[in-house]
């Protein structure tokens, strides 16, 4: 049996998307790093006899199908890259990296958005316009998607499709939900410079630490005090360092973390409220605190006629389509909702860990299941939009 007729059975397609899903995980590679992975992906592409398009990516791919008839592009998008994280599942195709391990599922993503281009391949004649293929390098770094923005490849596209697993739904189910998915991520580290002295002479110094300890406490009170009941924020301190031995007050202390919103507004006053009282309590305590902002990816907003369409052809495939709950997770698959409408689901794969935790896994049955919906989907989002 040949390859292509492979993919046109349901098993055959199973099979294949199996192989290709471990293959990725055996050899993970980090973000920026994704050399061995862009070849076979572009191997897989071409064996399907699916064309690479010429865009000017150092790692990544984007491909192309139809175009042979009249009507817009359709962008279908999976990320490619793994996490530095010691893999503990015990699987026989784990791991062959040291350090390294596909612990959020982008070996799960790339091999079914590979499974809906080969279905969509075998209708290639009939796409009423284009599917665009993006395999984006480097989510995890929340660069990636920037990268694929600046060498075109969003250039003319109506609309861009892509998915994360969800290990707590189940296999089959879809999560489905039109507005904010998930949240911009931003980090902080603030420094704080005081005065040092003898330990036993406290009063001759400016402490950092005890600055710095009250920045802590301060920022507390920003979701409580400054955001909404009904609007979601997350300030967590996450690291704070400073001193050298247990005799002598520092002259700085550093202090680290994030800061997850849904809502642009609200995560403009938060920002702003945070850097405030870091600079004020400093202040009250003889010291200076300066803040420097690490951005992250903005919030995943998603399109809601594409949601409806995306909750119809989940039922139309025997899915079960669920409303998730919106998750503080960033994801730069936002980045490419700033330039064109864009949808994203979360999708169940019945996982025995979450994301990024040494024993996360998915369950392979759901491989053919998001391949047949992505590709069903992306041929709706064609449909429609060639009806406007």
């Known amino acids: 049996m040949s390859q292509e007729t492979n993919f046109k059975t349901a098993d055959g397609l199973a099979e294949r998307l199996t192989r290709i899903r471990r293959e990725l995980h055996q050899y993970p590679e980090l973000s920026n790093e994704e050399y061995e992975t862009t070849k076979r992906i572009k191997r897989w592409l071409e064996e399907a006899g699916i064309a690479i398009a010429p865009f000017p990516l150092r790692t990544g791919v984007v491909a192309e199908l139809g175009g042979n008839r009249p009507g817009p592009i359709v962008a279908l998008r999976a990320d490619i890259d793994a996490l530095p994280v ?22 799960f993503h790339t091999a079914a958005i590979l499974g809906a281009a080969f279905l969509l391949k075998d209708q290639e004649e009939e796409l ?29 596209v109506h609309a861009v499709l892509g998915l994360h697993n969800k290990p707590d739904l189940p296999v089959g189910t879809v999560g489905i939900k039109g507005g904010p998915l998930m949240a911009a991520a ?27 300890a009250h920045i802590v406490t301060a920022v507390q009170s920003i979701v409580s005090r400054n955001v909404g009941a009904l609007d ?90 669920a409303v998730p709950v919106p998750s503080l997770a960033g994801e730069d698959f936002a980045v490419y909702q700033k330039q064109v409408p864009g949808w994203f689901a979360f999708f169940g794969t019945s996982g025995p860990e979450e994301w990024h935790h040494p024993a996360f896994d998915v369950d392979e049955r759901a491989l053919r299941l998001a391949a047949n919906y992505f590709a069903s989907l992306a041929l709706r989002v064609l449909e429609e939009a060639t009806k406007e």
Request: hydrophobic residues 45%; negative net charge.
């Open 86 to 107: 010691q893999e503990a599942t015990g699987l026989p195709f784990a791991s062959a990296v040291e350090g390294k391990m596909h612990a959020c599922g982008h070996d």
């Open 128 to 156: 009423p316009g284009t599917v665009r293929l993006l395999f984006q390098p480097a989510e995890e770094k929340a660069g990636g998607a920037r990268q694929v923005v600046e060498s075109g490849a969003l250039e003319g």
């Open 186 to 212: 931003d980090g902080f580290r603030v420094e704080v410079k005081g005065k040092g002295s003898h330990a036993a002479v406290p009063e001759a110094s400016l402490d950092p630490i005890v600055a710095a």
């Open 232 to 321: 979601g924020a997350v300030v967590s301190v996450t690291k704070l360092n400073s001193g050298t031995v247990w005799n002598v007050i520092p002259e700085t202390a550093v202090l680290e973390g994030t800061i997850r919103t849904f809502d642009e507004g609200v995560r403009a006053r938060v920002l702003e409220r945070f850097e405030q009282l870091a600079v004020r309590v400093a202040d009250a305590f003889g010291t200076k605190a300066s803040v420097r902002w690490i951005e992250g990816p903005p919030p995943v907003i998603n399109d809601e006629a594409l949601a409806g369409l995306a909750w119809e052809v989940a039922n139309e495939q025997g899915l079960t389509p």
